[in-house]
């Protein structure tokens, strides 16, 4: 599933692509995949200019003129294209915008799972999803007191904590999985037992894992590529995520996996160990 980084390079992309560009027309060719009706969709979006594209979490927000809001979340396997009108359609396109410059935004999923909500501005917030989402996992939204305010508050494992996206915004397997390496924390190390250097560290790490990822275009392990069919590059500075068996960067121990949250997590057995609790 695409993460942060990669809706973000996303984003990047899209905004140098269709930004200021006018929806002459939409084909919804999977309706299961929007929140209205299919008439009503494209009649609400037909003559809308794209004014900007803002992120959430990992929730695109296309702002339109008309003060509406197209919400997307790419889920496993969405991607955006853009492409001259009349070029062949890849397989499992689902909704596709033609623009006003003879072009179409595309919007593309081999699973069919992401979905799109077009809503008035002040509305986005109401959406399932994003009316709980936690804080951007960045140096001025993501504080140490909140942070530790919340580890503290919970008994659950770190892993588990961090996937959870009304808690941090953004983070899913891969930068948890790369976060608590750097960190050298154990994934199953029950929040509320981490002292303030831990969290210090683990703060810090993660708003300088996502913002390295961001820089090197996301991480491509399976199909993401960003808005020009270009594949990520920070799958090249892994350290845990989808390394089990190979030495850990550190310490050269095999790196094991194992299942939290019902996610394969990656791991170094001598690196991250369960601690009791730190926090006197």
């Known amino acids: 599933m695409p993460e942060l980084p990669e809706v973000e390079t996303v984003r990047n992309g899209l905004t140098e692509l269709v930004v200021g560009a006018t929806i002459k027309k ?20 037909t003559n809308k200019e794209i004014l900007k594209i803002d992120r959430r979490g990992k929730y695109l927000l296309f702002r339109l003129s008309g003060r509406l809001t197209l919400v997307s979340h790419l889920r496993m396997e969405g991607k955006y294209e853009v492409q001259s009108i009349g070029t062949e359609r890849p397989k499992h396109t689902n909704v596709v915008f033609q623009l006003n410059d003879g072009r179409e935004l595309r919007y593309k999923d081999t699973r069919m799972f992401g979905k799109m909500a077009l809503v008035p501005n002040d509305q986005v917030y109401n959406l399932s999803g994003l009316n709980k989402i936690g804080p951007e996992p960045t140096e001025h939204d993501l504080s140490f007191t909140y942070l530790k305010e919340k580890l ?59 913002a390295r990822a961001i820089q090197g275009h996301g991480t491509t392990v ?6 020009y069919g270009e594949a990520g590059k920070f799958q090249n500075q892994l350290h845990a995520y989808g390394r089990q068996g190979e030495p850990c960067d550190r310490c050269k121990t095999p790196l094991v996996k194992i299942k939290v949250a019902q996610r394969g997590t990656t791991y170094c057995p001598k690196c991250q160990v369960v601690h009791g609790d730190e926090s006197d």
């Open 222 to 227: 399976h199909s993401y590529s960003n808005a």
């Open 26 to 45: 939409v084909e919804v060719l999977y309706p299961k995949m929007i929140n209205l009706d299919a008439d009503q969709f494209i009649k609400k979006l």
């Open 152 to 210: 503290q508050g919970s008994h659950r494992k770190i892993k588990a904590f961090l996937l959870d996206q009304s808690k941090v915004a953004g983070l899913g397997n891969i930068y948890c999985d790369e976060v608590l390496w750097l960190t050298k924390i154990h994934p199953e190390q029950p929040t509320n037992y981490l002292n303030d250097q831990t969290i210090t560290a683990l703060r810090a790490n993660i708003i300088a894992e996502i």
